[in-house]
């Protein structure tokens, strides 16, 4: 019983920790092309709500309960390749929201040098770690 809740609430903080993920560069598209003062405010505080209030909380969460998956079930896990995959590809996620951080940080000091096109290129490399990790969980190869 406790895997399974586990295991749910695991599933619940990858999915709104993704959701953040797909966002939060989304924002920073739009942010990048905003001229008016009070659209790049606006964009300062929906940057800062969404990734405190949403996304790292998410992220730490989901990697709390994924911990403690492992932890239920070390010996499942430790002799597989595709579980070290995984770890591999989920810190090149937590990689990838420590870039979105210091993005988020250099629009709210109004210092951001990247375009839109950059952010729009970035928005969807989430979406690769997304698709290999869901394919390493349900197929398990190697």
């Given amino acids: 019983m406790l895997f399974l809740v586990c295991l749910s609430l695991h599933i619940v903080f990858v999915v709104t920790w993704f959701a953040a993920l797909f966002y939060l560069p989304r924002l920073f598209v ?3 092309e905003a001229s008016d003062s009070i659209s790049i405010e606006r ?3 929906m940057e800062r709500r969404l990734y405190k209030g949403i996304l790292l909380p998410s992220s730490l969460l989901a990697l709390l309960f994924g911990l403690v998956l492992v932890f239920l079930n070390w010996q499942a896990y430790v002799d597989t390749i595709w579980f070290w995959i995984k770890v591999v590809l989920i810190l090149a ?3 990838y929201q420590g870039m979105a951080s210091k993005f988020r940080k250099s629009f709210a000091n109004d210092a951001n040098t990247k375009s839109e096109k950059y952010f729009r290129i970035f ?3 989430p979406v690769l770690i ?3 990790v869901v394919f390493l ?3 398990k190869p190697f």
């Fill in 43 to 45: 964009f300062k505080i």
């Fill in 93 to 95: 996620l937590f990689g």
């Fill in 123 to 125: 928005n969807e490399l």
């Fill in 137 to 139: 969980v349900i197929l």
């Fill in 130 to 132: 997304l698709i290999a």
């Fill in 30 to 32: 739009y942010h990048a």
